[in-house]
């Protein structure tokens, strides 16, 4: 559990070509740790988890993943750092079948789950392990999503709305999935609309709007915040 | 019509689809995989050729070690092309690969001509392939029946690798999603580099077979390009499958349309494409985006 990885960003701009979508934003989140990030539609949460991962080329600020600073690398590099990405649109491919999805992100060491475990934790994804990866309901997609990156020895995980349009015993999983995560000592950055799911798992949350991070509530305030997080979220 | 002529043509036919599978398969590998329409590989498949050709009289290297080195030789320089000029053109249009394969092909072939001429040049058919079988209704040389061996071969295990290993199913989640696929630690650039050197490969493998079947000149392949674009289109762009069925039924149909009418012979590949592409699109094995 020493292995969980810090993350730390310090004014990270980031742009889509001339459009300047990240205006200075800073995070700084300790090993073991699991926060959200919240905020509306369009806020610039996607783009944040993107900017880590290496996916947005054009960004200036500093990435730091256990002390190393990634704001150049490339998307290779920071995964096998020991980061994984499970992205809102989920990414599953379709030339795969779902094993082969399973399978296909490099491992960074032996510490992630087996195929088995995996398959005991998901037992709708072991019953369709044949299937062509988009065949798959969008709740299993999900699943698979999760899945896919809990067999890598990964240490921080990067999830982008994974309840997202998901039916309630589904969410459920994924919270088991993500509860998981968690007592394993991973550090965990969670983007989610469901404040009901995200205060259950989380122990801090960020706020962000129009590519800012305007607030930061810990656990213990979100009771007494009640009112102003529904206005954030625009509930 | 004797049926001698009959089989003698589809002999033909499989041959030339022996080739044709080998160079679209390669093609198609380069095209789903880097975003690149390869103009030059025909270059490679004369570029095979010549090696072999070249191991054998500058150096004494026969043909089976030929077999190895020069499709390797191929790839290697294809890959080294690959790292310095074609993966510059990757995030702009398609237009701009074709152009540059295209000045690659005429650079390539140009300075061979200049070097030695366009005239053909014989190379031996192995020892070990000569003579023929009498199949009672035709003669098959073996040397062919060797060619569409090694093709039906070289085909079926490239479908089979990229279908079945774990190599190919990081090519074919490389081809379907570039960036995500590097997001999950695998430097897909890399693994460009070594789809492009496979695609080479394949035509410089298939350049090699041609040696002692055509004379070797700078000037082979030189039009092939254009039949493995027809394949590859009726095919189904991108389809592994597709290319290699497609090249072996219309190198077939080609050798029949000699039979029947010759002088159509050379349009009939491009008549179909022309129907395939009005009745279905995407290809015959592709799929509708
Ligand atoms: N590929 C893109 N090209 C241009 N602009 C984009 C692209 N993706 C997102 N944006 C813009 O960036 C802003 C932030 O988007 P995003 O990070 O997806 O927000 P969120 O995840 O918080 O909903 C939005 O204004 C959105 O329109
Ligand atoms: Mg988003």
Redesign the interface.
Same mark, same amino acid.
């Given at each position: 559990m020493a292995d969980a990885l810090s993350l730390a960003i310090a004014d990270l701009h980031a742009f889509y070509g001339d459009s300047h979508v990240l205006h200075g934003v800073s995070l700084d989140i300790p090993a073991g740790e699991c926060v959200t990030i919240i905020g509306r539609n369009g806020a610039g949460k996607t783009t944040t988890l993107r900017s880590i991962?290496?996916?947005i080329q054009k960004r200036t600020g500093s990435i730091k993943i256990a002390g190393q600073d990634v704001i150049a690398a !490339?998307?290779?590099k920071?995964?096998?750092l020991g980061v994984a /990405?499970v !992205?809102e649109e989920r990414?599953i /491919?379709?030339?795969?079948d779902v094993t082969?999805n399973l399978?296909? !992100? =490099?491992k960074?060491n032996d510490r992630g789950m087996s195929i088995d475990d995996i398959y005991a934790l998901f037992p709708n994804l072991k019953e369709r392990r044949r299937s062509q990866g988009t065949r798959l309901s969008g709740g299993e997609q999900q699943m698979l999503a999760i899945a =896919?990156v809990l067999r890598?020895g990964a240490s921080l995980f990067l999830l982008d709305e994974p309840t997202e349009g998901l039916a309630p015993v589904i969410v459920q999983q994924i919270g088991k999935a993500i509860e998981l995560m968690k007592s394993q000592g991973h550090t965990i950055v969670l983007v989610e609309q469901n404040f009901r799911f995200a205060t259950k798992i989380a122990d801090r949350h960020y706020v962000m709007e129009r590519g800012r991070i305007i607030d930061m509530i810990p656990r213990a305030e979100v009771a007494a915040k009640a009112t102003q997080i529904q206005q954030y979220l625009g509930i | 019509m004797s049926s001698q002529v009959i089989f003698g043509q589809l002999v033909v036919g499989l041959i030339n689809g022996s080739f044709y599978a080998l160079l679209s398969l390669g093609f198609a590998i380069i095209v789903g995989l880097l975003g690149i329409i390869n103009v030059a590989q025909g270059t490679f498949y004369m570029l095979g050729a010549f090696g072999s050709w070249m191991l054998l009289n500058y150096l004494g290297i026969g043909y089976w070690p030929a077999l190895v080195l020069s499709p390797l030789g191929a790839a290697l320089l294809g890959m080294l092309l690959e790292k310095t000029l074609i993966s510059r053109v990757y995030h702009l249009d398609h237009i701009y690969g074709l152009l540059l394969t295209y000045g690659l092909m005429m650079f390539i072939m140009g300075a061979f001509i200049y070097f030695y001429a366009t005239a053909g040049r014989p190379y031996p058919v192995p020892e070990e392939l000569r003579g023929g079988y009498d199949l009672g209704f035709m003669f098959l040389p073996k040397y062919r029946a060797w060619v569409v061996l090694m093709a039906v071969v070289f085909c079926f295990g490239t479908w089979y690798a990229i279908e079945k290993t774990?190599i190919g199913?990081?090519l074919?989640?490389a081809?379907? *999603?570039p960036?995500?696929?590097?997001?999950?630690?695998? *430097?897909?650039p890399a693994l460009l580099t070594f789809g492009f050197g496979v695609g080479v490969a394949l035509a410089g493998f298939a350049g090699v077979m041609a040696a002692p079947i055509y004379s070797v000149s700078p000037l082979m392949g030189g039009d092939l390009v254009i039949v493995i674009f027809a394949v590859v289109v009726v095919g189904g762009m991108g389809s592994i499958l597709g290319s290699i069925v497609t090249a072996f039924s219309l190198g077939l149909l080609e050798g029949l349309a000699k039979v029947v009418y010759p002088q159509g012979s050379n349009m009939v590949i491009f008549v179909i494409m022309l129907v395939v592409l009005l009745v279905k699109p995407a290809g015959l094995f592709g799929h509708e985006k």
């Amino acid at each position: 559990m020493a292995d969980a990885l810090s993350l730390a960003i310090a004014d990270l701009h980031a742009f889509y070509g001339d459009s300047h979508v990240l205006h200075g934003v800073s995070l700084d989140i300790p090993a073991g740790e699991c926060v959200t990030i919240i905020g509306r539609n369009g806020a610039g949460k996607t783009t944040t988890l993107r900017s880590i991962m290496g996916l947005i080329q054009k960004r200036t600020g500093s990435i730091k993943i256990a002390g190393q600073d990634v704001i150049a690398a !490339p998307p290779e590099k920071v995964a096998r750092l020991g980061v994984a /990405y499970v !992205p809102e649109e989920r990414g599953i /491919y379709a030339t795969l079948d779902v094993t082969e999805n399973l399978l296909l !992100p =490099r491992k960074v060491n032996d510490r992630g789950m087996s195929i088995d475990d995996i398959y005991a934790l998901f037992p709708n994804l072991k019953e369709r392990r044949r299937s062509q990866g988009t065949r798959l309901s969008g709740g299993e997609q999900q699943m698979l999503a999760i899945a =896919r990156v809990l067999r890598t020895g990964a240490s921080l995980f990067l999830l982008d709305e994974p309840t997202e349009g998901l039916a309630p015993v589904i969410v459920q999983q994924i919270g088991k999935a993500i509860e998981l995560m968690k007592s394993q000592g991973h550090t965990i950055v969670l983007v989610e609309q469901n404040f009901r799911f995200a205060t259950k798992i989380a122990d801090r949350h960020y706020v962000m709007e129009r590519g800012r991070i305007i607030d930061m509530i810990p656990r213990a305030e979100v009771a007494a915040k009640a009112t102003q997080i529904q206005q954030y979220l625009g509930i | 019509m004797s049926s001698q002529v009959i089989f003698g043509q589809l002999v033909v036919g499989l041959i030339n689809g022996s080739f044709y599978a080998l160079l679209s398969l390669g093609f198609a590998i380069i095209v789903g995989l880097l975003g690149i329409i390869n103009v030059a590989q025909g270059t490679f498949y004369m570029l095979g050729a010549f090696g072999s050709w070249m191991l054998l009289n500058y150096l004494g290297i026969g043909y089976w070690p030929a077999l190895v080195l020069s499709p390797l030789g191929a790839a290697l320089l294809g890959m080294l092309l690959e790292k310095t000029l074609i993966s510059r053109v990757y995030h702009l249009d398609h237009i701009y690969g074709l152009l540059l394969t295209y000045g690659l092909m005429m650079f390539i072939m140009g300075a061979f001509i200049y070097f030695y001429a366009t005239a053909g040049r014989p190379y031996p058919v192995p020892e070990e392939l000569r003579g023929g079988y009498d199949l009672g209704f035709m003669f098959l040389p073996k040397y062919r029946a060797w060619v569409v061996l090694m093709a039906v071969v070289f085909c079926f295990g490239t479908w089979y690798a990229i279908e079945k290993t774990a190599i190919g199913r990081t090519l074919r989640a490389a081809t379907e *999603n570039p960036q995500l696929t590097r997001a999950f630690g695998i *430097n897909v650039p890399a693994l460009l580099t070594f789809g492009f050197g496979v695609g080479v490969a394949l035509a410089g493998f298939a350049g090699v077979m041609a040696a002692p079947i055509y004379s070797v000149s700078p000037l082979m392949g030189g039009d092939l390009v254009i039949v493995i674009f027809a394949v590859v289109v009726v095919g189904g762009m991108g389809s592994i499958l597709g290319s290699i069925v497609t090249a072996f039924s219309l190198g077939l149909l080609e050798g029949l349309a000699k039979v029947v009418y010759p002088q159509g012979s050379n349009m009939v590949i491009f008549v179909i494409m022309l129907v395939v592409l009005l009745v279905k699109p995407a290809g015959l094995f592709g799929h509708e985006k």
